[in-house]
């Protein structure tokens, strides 16, 4: 057992060298579980990230199609094309600004730039999607909501982020 309480174990099979590391079972208990609001969604606009006002769920989804192999050598499956899509839905609030930019980016068939972003380890995957869904929903005596559905068009990439204090607002005389 080191000093940060992990214990390691190195496995050897020929020439394949595994090293496995472990939290004591007693640590493991205390594990910090994520919630929900520790991953925000945002998009890029011309003034940097626009986060939704009231964002009240989002959703990351990876998969990929399945290559059947079956060949004199090898039978099995593989990957093949990977679909990458975000969902994300919220509370229409007055003065968001990112109800106006959705709008205006379907007007302009434009496709998006859009983060998810992990709080708690301040990093974040980005990319370009196209928008396959824009829905607002308005039910009386009910919150106005909307839900956003993209597709990835290109890579996924990897991006730190950097916490800085919000600009100071300006007086209103």
């Known amino acids: 057992m080191n000093r940060n309480n992990v214990q390691t174990q190195t496995l050897q099979k020929g020439e394949i060298t595994m090293t496995e590391q472990r939290l004591p079972f007693n640590l493991q208990f205390f594990a910090k579980e994520y919630k929900g609001e520790e991953f925000i969604f945002a998009v890029k606009d011309s003034q940097g990230l626009l986060r939704p006002f009231n964002q009240t769920g989002g959703s990351f989804n990876r998969s990929f199609d399945e290559i ?4 004199k050598d090898k039978t099995g499956s593989d990957y093949g094309k990977e ?3 975000v969902s994300l839905e919220g509370v229409v609030t007055e003065g968001d600004p990112f109800i106006d930019y959705m709008d205006e980016k379907l007007d302009n068939k434009e496709f998006i730039e859009i983060y998810r972003v992990n709080s708690r380890k ?5 990319g370009l ?20 559905s993209a597709k990835l068009n ?4 990897n991006e730190d982020m950097v916490e800085t204090e919000a600009p100071a607002e300006e007086d209103q005389e």
């Open 83 to 85: 679909s990458v899509e």
């Open 154 to 157: 290109g890579k996924l990439k």
């Open 122 to 126: 301040k990093t974040a995957k980005s």
């Open 129 to 148: 999607y196209m928008i396959t869904s824009w829905e607002q929903s308005y039910s009386n005596g009910e919150h106005a909501t909307y839900t956003l």
């Open 68 to 71: 059947e192999l079956d060949t």
